[in-house]
């Protein structure tokens, strides 16, 4: 949590005064974890969530061990806080780690992954289609990024709350960005409340 690669994220956090999520694999006992942290524009790391959902199927992630909750933060922002929690990859496929979140109080849900989106040859795209549902059946936003190719399929996205795609990047090694309407997020969530609270 306090070594060298993390830092690098921080001070470029820091520097471009940007929030940042960075993945990483942290040494614990007797496994490491599968994690992600969220870096605030100060270089602070204000979340650290550890992947719930290892895939037992996948080396060298099937050395480490499951993460056991979920946790949501305020990221101060010019649009104002913002409840920020992260799902690492293959979380995203169980409903226990997105309910969690809803139930934290997540406006918007993040999500480094590491899998084909859109071309994988036995599913298709059911991955997007889940991630449209989570964030419809919640009112939250959802970004995921993607590796593009060729170690996966690129194809990163986000959704509003309503699950419609708000943009797709290529497949491509690329930046990519979109715009989150925040004031249309709180308009959603205040219209479709029951779903907030079930």
Same mark, same amino acid.
């Given at each position: 949590m306090d070594g060298a690669y993390l830092d690098r994220f921080r001070k470029a956090a820091r520097d471009h005064g940007l929030a940042v999520v960075a993945t990483f694999l942290e040494q614990g006992c007797p496994k490491p974890f599968n994690s992600a942290v969220l870096i605030n524009q100060g270089g602070d790391i204000i979340l650290h969530q550890r992947k719930r959902h290892i895939c037992f199927f996948d080396i060298p992630e099937e050395a480490c061990a499951p993460?056991? #909750? #979920?946790?949501?933060?305020?990221? !101060?922002? #010019? !649009?104002?806080?913002? !409840?920020?929690?992260?799902?690492?990859?293959m979380d995203r496929e169980f409903p226990d780690a997105g309910s969690d979140l809803v139930k934290g109080g997540a406006d918007i849900i993040l999500v480094p992954n590491s899998s084909p989106l859109i071309e994988d040859p036995s599913v298709g795209d059911v991955r997007v289609a889940g991630v449209r549902a989570l964030a419809f059946q919640s009112a939250t936003a959802i970004a995921v990024a993607n590796y593009p190719q060729p170690k996966d399929d690129g194809h990163s996205f986000a959704v509003n709350a309503l699950g419609k795609v708000i943009g797709m990047a290529s497949t491509k090694d690329e930046i990519f960005t979109v715009d989150i309407d925040i004031d249309e997020l709180r308009r959603i969530q205040t219209q479709e409340w029951f779903r907030r609270v079930r």
């Open positions: 993460g056991d #909750s #979920s946790h949501v933060v305020k990221l !101060a922002t #010019s !649009a104002g806080d913002i !409840a920020i929690g992260i799902m690492i990859c």
